[in-house]
């Protein structure tokens, strides 16, 4: 996580810091109602991604939430981002001028990488309203063929946003989290339309 934290970052930290509960995006909005909304939600992200802020998919309305990392998980939340930050402290002013480094390896874990990519599923699914999880693709290609008059299939249309993933992945260097956990989640969405497809030219 980057050291010179903008101000609406700290005001992030330090709300999420003294909140005893979760907080919906709407709520974490009306918090700060002057501040650019897409400059909130990059950072909401960017601390998110950090493990600042943890994610989950609250039980009772199937919304996505947030809450701090190191008050632990509030009742009521399927709990998908697992945070790696050292014991419980108390966050104070001074802390947000640049969070502490964490002790321990934060490398990514395969298994972990497979959790992130599930949590990007289920909360997709939360947020298109589609139980099932993302499933815009067959008619994105359907689109694409009748514009194109191509006959893409579905598990095409994934393999090339996996594909685009994977360019982005290895296109600068370090390490890019969203692309690694999202080529993975094409990967399944891939492999699942594959499988209806062959299914489908044996009936």
């Excluded at 390490?175 to 062959?198: M, P, T, W």
């Amino acid at each position: 996580m980057r050291n010179d934290l903008s101000p609406i970052a700290k005001h992030l930290i330090l709300m999420f810091s003294r909140c005893t509960t979760y907080m919906t995006a709407e709520q974490v909005r009306a918090q700060l109602p002057d501040a650019d909304k897409s400059a909130l939600f990059d950072e909401l992200l960017m601390l998110s991604r950090s493990e600042v802020v943890c994610r989950g998919i609250a039980t009772s309305t199937q919304e996505l939430v947030y809450w701090f990392a190191d008050n632990g998980k509030p009742a009521g939340v399927d709990y998908w981002i697992h945070a790696r930050r050292p014991a419980s402290r108390v966050m104070t002013d001074a802390d947000v001028g640049g969070i502490p480094p964490r002790t321990g390896s934060t490398l990514p874990t395969a298994p972990g990488l497979l959790d992130k990519a599930v949590g990007h599923m289920r909360a997709r699914a939360a947020q298109y309203d589609q139980p099932e999880g993302e499933r815009s693709m067959g008619a994105t290609v359907i689109a694409f063929n009748a514009v194109t008059g191509r006959d893409l299939a579905e598990s095409e249309g994934w393999l090339l946003l996996q594909l685009l993933k994977d360019v982005r992945l290895f296109q600068a260097p370090g390490y890019h989290a969203d692309s690694a956990e999202d080529c993975i989640a094409y990967a399944a969405l891939k492999g699942e339309a594959k499988a209806r497809e062959a299914e489908a030219a044996h009936e």
